[in-house]
Protein backbone atom coordinates (compact mmCIF):
# COMPACT_ATOMS: atom_id res chain seq x y z
CA UNK A 1 0.00 0.00 0.00
CA UNK A 2 1.49 3.47 -1.19
CA UNK A 3 1.55 6.31 1.85
CA UNK A 4 -0.63 8.59 1.24
CA UNK A 5 2.13 11.04 2.68
CA UNK A 6 4.13 10.65 -0.99
CA UNK A 7 3.28 12.90 -3.68
CA UNK A 8 2.86 11.79 -6.95
CA UNK A 9 4.50 14.10 -10.06
CA UNK A 10 1.11 15.08 -10.75
CA UNK A 11 0.32 16.95 -7.61
CA UNK A 12 3.49 18.47 -7.97
CA UNK A 13 2.31 19.51 -11.32
CA UNK A 14 -1.02 20.55 -10.20
CA UNK A 15 0.84 23.02 -7.08
CA UNK A 16 3.40 24.59 -9.84
CA UNK A 17 0.51 25.65 -12.09
CA UNK A 18 -1.34 26.90 -9.76
CA UNK A 19 1.17 28.93 -8.40
CA UNK A 20 2.55 29.62 -11.51
CA UNK A 21 -1.21 31.59 -12.32
CA UNK A 22 -0.97 33.22 -8.65
CA UNK A 23 1.71 35.08 -9.74
CA UNK A 24 0.94 35.37 -13.54
CA UNK A 25 -2.72 37.25 -12.18
CA UNK A 26 -0.60 39.16 -9.22
CA UNK A 27 2.00 40.92 -11.22
CA UNK A 28 -0.32 42.90 -12.97
CA UNK A 29 -1.19 44.27 -9.86
CA UNK A 30 2.20 44.89 -8.22
CA UNK A 31 3.02 46.66 -11.16
CA UNK A 32 0.36 49.43 -11.28
CA UNK A 33 0.83 50.19 -7.44
CA UNK A 34 4.48 50.02 -7.84
CA UNK A 35 3.72 52.72 -10.67
CA UNK A 36 1.19 54.60 -8.88
CA UNK A 37 3.86 55.79 -6.10
CA UNK A 38 6.51 56.41 -9.04
CA UNK A 39 7.89 60.12 -10.03
CA UNK A 40 5.92 61.12 -12.79
CA UNK A 41 9.15 61.84 -15.07
CA UNK A 42 10.71 58.48 -14.09
CA UNK A 43 6.97 56.56 -14.77
CA UNK A 44 7.25 58.55 -18.40
CA UNK A 45 10.61 57.07 -19.47
CA UNK A 46 11.13 53.41 -17.62
CA UNK A 47 8.52 50.82 -16.56
CA UNK A 48 7.71 49.89 -13.22
CA UNK A 49 10.04 46.96 -13.26
CA UNK A 50 13.16 49.63 -13.41
CA UNK A 51 11.88 51.48 -10.56
CA UNK A 52 14.49 50.39 -8.08
CA UNK A 53 17.26 51.28 -10.67
CA UNK A 54 18.59 54.72 -11.96
CA UNK A 55 17.18 55.92 -14.89
CA UNK A 56 18.17 57.75 -17.87
CA UNK A 57 16.61 61.07 -18.24
CA UNK A 58 16.31 63.45 -20.87
CA UNK A 59 15.46 66.80 -19.65
CA UNK A 60 14.75 70.33 -20.23
CA UNK A 61 14.11 73.66 -17.46
CA UNK A 62 14.56 77.18 -17.29
CA UNK A 63 18.10 79.11 -15.31
CA UNK A 64 16.72 81.43 -12.77
CA UNK A 65 15.30 84.92 -14.50
CA UNK A 66 17.50 87.65 -15.16
CA UNK A 67 16.08 89.56 -12.61
CA UNK A 68 18.26 87.08 -10.10
CA UNK A 69 21.56 87.82 -12.07
CA UNK A 70 24.54 89.40 -10.15
CA UNK A 71 27.36 90.92 -11.29
CA UNK A 72 30.99 89.40 -10.31
CA UNK A 73 33.51 91.63 -11.55
CA UNK A 74 32.68 92.86 -15.48
CA UNK A 75 30.49 90.08 -16.05
CA UNK A 76 26.68 89.08 -15.07
CA UNK A 77 26.22 85.84 -13.28
CA UNK A 78 23.24 83.51 -12.94
CA UNK A 79 23.58 80.49 -10.97
CA UNK A 80 21.44 77.84 -9.79
CA UNK A 81 20.92 74.00 -9.23
CA UNK A 82 19.27 71.63 -11.95
CA UNK A 83 18.76 68.71 -10.20
CA UNK A 84 15.43 68.40 -7.64
CA UNK A 85 16.70 68.04 -4.19
CA UNK A 86 20.63 67.71 -5.23
CA UNK A 87 20.05 64.07 -6.12
CA UNK A 88 20.88 62.91 -9.52
CA UNK A 89 24.28 63.17 -11.56
CA UNK A 90 24.28 64.85 -15.11
CA UNK A 91 26.03 63.61 -17.77
CA UNK A 92 25.87 65.91 -20.59
CA UNK A 93 24.12 68.87 -21.37
CA UNK A 94 23.32 71.75 -23.76
CA UNK A 95 21.53 74.81 -24.58
CA UNK A 96 20.06 74.04 -28.09
CA UNK A 97 17.20 71.83 -28.90
CA UNK A 98 19.09 70.96 -31.54
CA UNK A 99 22.02 69.95 -29.98
CA UNK A 100 21.25 69.19 -26.39
CA UNK A 101 23.96 66.74 -25.44
CA UNK A 102 26.54 68.64 -27.10
CA UNK A 103 28.85 68.94 -24.36
CA UNK A 104 29.79 66.64 -21.32
CA UNK A 105 29.04 67.50 -17.66
CA UNK A 106 31.46 70.11 -16.51
CA UNK A 107 32.76 72.24 -19.77
CA UNK A 108 32.23 75.37 -20.70
CA UNK A 109 29.85 76.00 -23.93
CA UNK A 110 30.23 79.16 -25.73
CA UNK A 111 26.93 81.07 -26.50
CA UNK A 112 26.40 83.74 -28.72
CA UNK A 113 27.68 87.53 -27.85
CA UNK A 114 30.06 86.48 -25.54
CA UNK A 115 28.02 84.22 -23.10
CA UNK A 116 29.06 80.88 -21.30
CA UNK A 117 27.27 77.95 -19.79
CA UNK A 118 28.67 75.44 -17.69
CA UNK A 119 26.52 72.79 -15.75
CA UNK A 120 28.68 70.58 -13.45
CA UNK A 121 27.64 67.08 -12.71
CA UNK A 122 25.98 67.70 -9.31
CA UNK A 123 23.61 69.78 -11.47
CA UNK A 124 25.20 72.97 -10.55
CA UNK A 125 25.14 75.50 -13.35
CA UNK A 126 26.95 78.82 -13.98
CA UNK A 127 25.45 81.17 -16.65
CA UNK A 128 27.63 84.06 -18.28
CA UNK A 129 27.47 87.30 -19.80
CA UNK A 130 29.72 90.29 -20.72
CA UNK A 131 26.64 92.61 -21.26
CA UNK A 132 23.60 92.46 -18.69
CA UNK A 133 20.77 89.71 -19.41
CA UNK A 134 17.48 91.09 -20.51
CA UNK A 135 13.83 89.26 -20.72
CA UNK A 136 11.62 88.15 -18.27
CA UNK A 137 12.32 84.09 -18.85
CA UNK A 138 15.47 82.21 -18.23
CA UNK A 139 17.73 80.28 -20.01
CA UNK A 140 16.49 76.80 -21.38
CA UNK A 141 19.36 73.92 -20.43
CA UNK A 142 18.87 70.47 -21.71
CA UNK A 143 20.30 67.99 -20.16
CA UNK A 144 20.56 63.93 -19.92
CA UNK A 145 20.81 63.09 -16.38
CA UNK A 146 21.14 59.58 -14.02
CA UNK A 147 18.41 59.80 -11.73
CA UNK A 148 17.49 57.84 -8.55
CA UNK A 149 14.20 55.95 -7.85
CA UNK A 150 12.12 58.27 -6.11
CA UNK A 151 8.76 57.23 -4.92
CA UNK A 152 5.93 59.68 -3.50
CA UNK A 153 2.03 59.76 -2.58
CA UNK A 154 1.42 62.97 -4.85
CA UNK A 155 -0.33 60.67 -7.49
CA UNK A 156 -2.89 59.91 -4.60
CA UNK A 157 -3.18 63.09 -3.16
CA UNK A 158 -3.86 64.62 -6.96
CA UNK A 159 -6.14 62.32 -7.49
CA UNK A 160 -8.41 61.95 -3.97
CA UNK A 161 -8.49 66.04 -3.82
CA UNK A 162 -8.45 67.88 -7.29
CA UNK A 163 -9.99 64.65 -9.70
CA UNK A 164 -13.87 64.68 -7.78
CA UNK A 165 -12.97 60.58 -7.18
CA UNK A 166 -14.11 60.98 -3.63
CA UNK A 167 -17.64 61.65 -5.34
CA UNK A 168 -17.36 59.02 -7.73
CA UNK A 169 -16.40 56.82 -4.93
CA UNK A 170 -19.56 57.29 -2.59
CA UNK A 171 -21.77 56.83 -5.92
CA UNK A 172 -19.82 53.55 -6.88
CA UNK A 173 -21.00 52.73 -3.16
CA UNK A 174 -24.23 53.93 -3.61
CA UNK A 175 -25.17 51.69 -6.53
CA UNK A 176 -23.11 48.71 -5.51
CA UNK A 177 -24.02 47.89 -1.86
CA UNK A 178 -27.81 47.88 -3.08
CA UNK A 179 -27.32 46.22 -5.84
CA UNK A 180 -25.44 42.76 -4.28
CA UNK A 181 -27.73 42.57 -1.03
CA UNK A 182 -30.95 43.02 -3.08
CA UNK A 183 -30.28 40.52 -5.43
CA UNK A 184 -29.40 38.04 -2.60
CA UNK A 185 -32.37 38.01 -0.70
CA UNK A 186 -34.71 37.67 -3.58
CA UNK A 187 -32.75 34.99 -4.67
CA UNK A 188 -32.48 33.07 -1.63
CA UNK A 189 -36.34 33.54 -1.18
CA UNK A 190 -36.79 32.07 -4.86
CA UNK A 191 -33.97 29.10 -4.23
CA UNK A 192 -35.69 27.73 -1.03
CA UNK A 193 -38.83 27.81 -2.94
CA UNK A 194 -37.18 25.84 -6.21
CA UNK A 195 -35.15 23.19 -3.94
CA UNK A 196 -37.73 22.43 -1.18
CA UNK A 197 -41.24 23.58 -2.23
CA UNK A 198 -43.73 21.50 -4.21
CA UNK A 199 -45.98 23.45 -6.82
CA UNK A 200 -47.07 22.86 -10.39
CA UNK A 201 -44.67 24.06 -13.20
CA UNK A 202 -41.19 24.04 -10.50
CA UNK A 203 -39.52 22.10 -13.26
CA UNK A 204 -40.16 25.25 -15.92
CA UNK A 205 -38.91 28.03 -13.92
CA UNK A 206 -35.64 26.25 -12.79
CA UNK A 207 -35.25 25.60 -16.92
CA UNK A 208 -36.01 28.76 -16.99
CA UNK A 209 -33.18 30.29 -14.61
CA UNK A 210 -30.94 27.90 -15.95
CA UNK A 211 -31.66 29.36 -19.85
CA UNK A 212 -31.85 33.16 -18.41
CA UNK A 213 -27.99 32.58 -17.82
CA UNK A 214 -26.99 32.72 -21.15
CA UNK A 215 -28.60 36.02 -22.08
CA UNK A 216 -26.14 38.35 -23.15
CA UNK A 217 -26.80 41.33 -21.16
CA UNK A 218 -26.02 43.77 -24.34
CA UNK A 219 -29.32 42.19 -26.13
CA UNK A 220 -31.71 43.23 -22.92
CA UNK A 221 -30.14 46.35 -21.91
CA UNK A 222 -31.90 49.15 -24.51
CA UNK A 223 -35.39 47.04 -24.04
CA UNK A 224 -35.50 47.08 -20.14
CA UNK A 225 -34.37 51.09 -20.21
CA UNK A 226 -37.37 52.00 -22.28
CA UNK A 227 -39.65 49.80 -20.52
CA UNK A 228 -38.17 51.51 -17.21
CA UNK A 229 -38.68 55.02 -19.03
CA UNK A 230 -42.17 54.19 -19.93
CA UNK A 231 -43.11 53.53 -15.97
CA UNK A 232 -40.92 55.95 -15.22
CA UNK A 233 -43.03 58.91 -17.46
CA UNK A 234 -46.57 56.91 -15.96
CA UNK A 235 -45.26 57.21 -12.06
CA UNK A 236 -43.71 60.94 -12.91
CA UNK A 237 -39.99 59.17 -11.68
CA UNK A 238 -37.16 60.57 -13.74
CA UNK A 239 -34.96 58.07 -15.18
CA UNK A 240 -31.84 59.32 -13.74
CA UNK A 241 -32.12 57.44 -10.47
CA UNK A 242 -30.22 55.00 -8.24
CA UNK A 243 -33.86 52.95 -8.27
CA UNK A 244 -33.03 51.95 -11.61
CA UNK A 245 -29.75 50.93 -11.54
CA UNK A 246 -30.21 48.81 -8.49
CA UNK A 247 -33.62 47.08 -10.28
CA UNK A 248 -30.92 46.44 -13.47
CA UNK A 249 -28.49 44.71 -11.77
CA UNK A 250 -30.78 43.22 -10.04
CA UNK A 251 -32.53 41.40 -13.20
CA UNK A 252 -29.17 40.49 -14.13
CA UNK A 253 -27.61 38.64 -11.36
CA UNK A 254 -30.44 36.88 -10.39
CA UNK A 255 -30.13 34.02 -12.48
CA UNK A 256 -26.88 33.11 -11.70
CA UNK A 257 -27.71 33.79 -7.92
CA UNK A 258 -30.74 31.54 -8.17
CA UNK A 259 -28.69 28.90 -9.62
CA UNK A 260 -26.02 28.90 -7.43
CA UNK A 261 -28.02 29.50 -4.47
CA UNK A 262 -30.79 26.43 -5.03
CA UNK A 263 -27.68 23.81 -5.94
CA UNK A 264 -26.39 24.63 -2.80
CA UNK A 265 -29.92 24.39 -0.97
CA UNK A 266 -30.88 21.74 -2.16
CA UNK A 267 -28.09 19.78 -1.07
CA UNK A 268 -28.75 20.59 2.33
CA UNK A 269 -30.08 17.46 4.67
CA UNK A 270 -34.01 17.13 4.20
CA UNK A 271 -33.65 15.37 7.71
CA UNK A 272 -33.41 18.73 9.35
CA UNK A 273 -35.89 20.53 7.61
CA UNK A 274 -38.58 17.53 7.63
CA UNK A 275 -38.00 17.29 11.41
CA UNK A 276 -38.23 20.78 11.77
CA UNK A 277 -41.73 21.15 9.83
CA UNK A 278 -42.94 18.62 12.26
CA UNK A 279 -41.96 20.58 14.92
CA UNK A 280 -44.72 22.87 13.66
CA UNK A 281 -41.81 25.92 12.12
CA UNK A 282 -43.77 27.41 8.77
CA UNK A 283 -41.46 27.58 5.36
CA UNK A 284 -40.64 31.16 6.39
CA UNK A 285 -39.48 30.19 9.94
CA UNK A 286 -37.07 27.00 8.59
CA UNK A 287 -36.28 29.94 6.08
CA UNK A 288 -35.13 32.25 8.27
CA UNK A 289 -33.34 30.20 11.68
CA UNK A 290 -32.15 27.19 9.24
CA UNK A 291 -31.67 27.62 5.41
CA UNK A 292 -30.26 30.99 5.69
CA UNK A 293 -27.38 30.13 8.38
CA UNK A 294 -26.28 26.92 6.98
CA UNK A 295 -26.27 28.37 3.31
CA UNK A 296 -23.78 31.66 4.31
CA UNK A 297 -21.20 30.01 2.04
CA UNK A 298 -23.34 29.97 -1.07
CA UNK A 299 -24.46 33.59 0.23
CA UNK A 300 -20.88 34.92 0.37
CA UNK A 301 -19.59 33.35 -2.84
CA UNK A 302 -22.09 35.35 -5.06
CA UNK A 303 -21.76 38.35 -3.02
CA UNK A 304 -17.95 38.38 -4.27
CA UNK A 305 -19.32 37.43 -7.91
CA UNK A 306 -21.99 40.25 -7.80
CA UNK A 307 -20.22 43.05 -5.94
CA UNK A 308 -17.14 42.96 -8.54
CA UNK A 309 -19.47 42.79 -11.41
CA UNK A 310 -21.30 45.79 -10.48
CA UNK A 311 -18.04 47.85 -9.02
CA UNK A 312 -16.10 47.88 -12.47
CA UNK A 313 -19.29 48.01 -13.96
CA UNK A 314 -19.62 51.13 -16.83
CA UNK A 315 -22.15 49.95 -19.20
CA UNK A 316 -25.29 49.99 -16.98
CA UNK A 317 -23.81 53.48 -14.93
CA UNK A 318 -23.42 55.18 -18.28
CA UNK A 319 -27.26 53.79 -19.47
CA UNK A 320 -29.34 54.51 -16.28
CA UNK A 321 -27.42 57.45 -14.98
CA UNK A 322 -25.87 59.52 -16.95
CA UNK A 323 -22.12 60.72 -17.39
CA UNK A 324 -23.56 63.88 -15.39
CA UNK A 325 -20.81 64.85 -12.21
CA UNK A 326 -23.39 64.21 -9.18
CA UNK A 327 -24.20 60.43 -10.55
CA UNK A 328 -20.51 59.61 -11.97
CA UNK A 329 -19.61 56.24 -10.95
CA UNK A 330 -15.56 55.16 -9.98
CA UNK A 331 -15.13 53.86 -13.69
CA UNK A 332 -16.93 56.16 -15.59
CA UNK A 333 -14.79 58.91 -13.46
CA UNK A 334 -11.77 56.92 -14.84
CA UNK A 335 -12.75 57.13 -17.97
CA UNK A 336 -13.09 60.45 -17.87
CA UNK A 337 -9.45 60.77 -16.81
CA UNK A 338 -8.38 58.79 -19.55
CA UNK A 339 -9.77 61.03 -21.94
CA UNK A 340 -8.89 64.34 -20.28
CA UNK A 341 -5.36 63.30 -18.68
CA UNK A 342 -4.38 60.72 -21.47
CA UNK A 343 -0.73 61.48 -20.91
CA UNK A 344 -0.64 61.54 -17.28
CA UNK A 345 0.45 57.93 -16.67
CA UNK A 346 0.76 58.74 -12.52
CA UNK A 347 -3.14 59.45 -12.50
CA UNK A 348 -4.41 56.86 -13.80
CA UNK A 349 -2.43 54.33 -12.23
CA UNK A 350 -2.98 55.82 -8.98
CA UNK A 351 -6.81 56.27 -9.98
CA UNK A 352 -7.25 52.65 -10.89
CA UNK A 353 -5.22 51.34 -8.12
CA UNK A 354 -8.40 52.76 -6.20
CA UNK A 355 -10.90 51.52 -7.89
CA UNK A 356 -9.79 48.45 -7.02
CA UNK A 357 -9.00 48.83 -3.03
CA UNK A 358 -12.41 48.08 -2.24
CA UNK A 359 -12.98 44.83 -4.63
CA UNK A 360 -9.71 43.09 -3.19
CA UNK A 361 -10.86 43.54 0.48
CA UNK A 362 -14.61 41.68 -0.52
CA UNK A 363 -12.36 39.09 -1.91
CA UNK A 364 -10.20 38.24 0.46
CA UNK A 365 -12.10 39.18 3.49
CA UNK A 366 -15.04 36.80 1.74
CA UNK A 367 -12.72 34.22 -0.45
CA UNK A 368 -12.58 31.06 1.47
CA UNK A 369 -16.34 31.12 1.33
CA UNK A 370 -15.80 30.94 -2.42
CA UNK A 371 -14.95 27.83 -3.65
CA UNK A 372 -17.61 26.39 -0.87
CA UNK A 373 -20.60 27.91 -2.15
CA UNK A 374 -19.74 27.48 -5.82
CA UNK A 375 -19.07 23.58 -5.43
CA UNK A 376 -21.50 23.12 -3.16
CA UNK A 377 -24.06 20.61 -4.77
CA UNK A 378 -21.97 19.42 -7.24
CA UNK A 379 -21.76 16.58 -5.02
CA UNK A 380 -24.05 14.47 -3.65
Avoid at 118 to 129: E, F, I, K, P
Avoid at 209 to 237: A, D, H, T
Avoid at 328 to 341: F, P
Amino acid sequence: MVSSSKRTPLTFLVHATVLFLVVLWTIPTAGLFISSIRDKDQLSVSGWWTALSTSEQRLVVRAHEPKSQVQQGDRFVISGNLLEGGKGEIARFGFSSLKPENFAAGEVAEMKKGRTLQVNANGDYVLSSPTEWKGSRGQRIFYTAEIPPRFTLDNYREVLNAEGLGQSFINSLTVTIPATIIPILVAAFAAYALAWMRFPGRALLIAGVVGLLVVPLQMSLIPLLKSYNLIGEFFGVGSKTYVGIWLAHTGFGLPLAIYLLRNYISGLPGEIIESARVDGASDFDIFRKIILPLSFPALASFAIFQFLWVWNDLLIAMVFLGNNQEHLVLTGQLRELLGSRGGNWEILTASAFITIIIPLLVFFSLQRYLVRGLLAGSVK
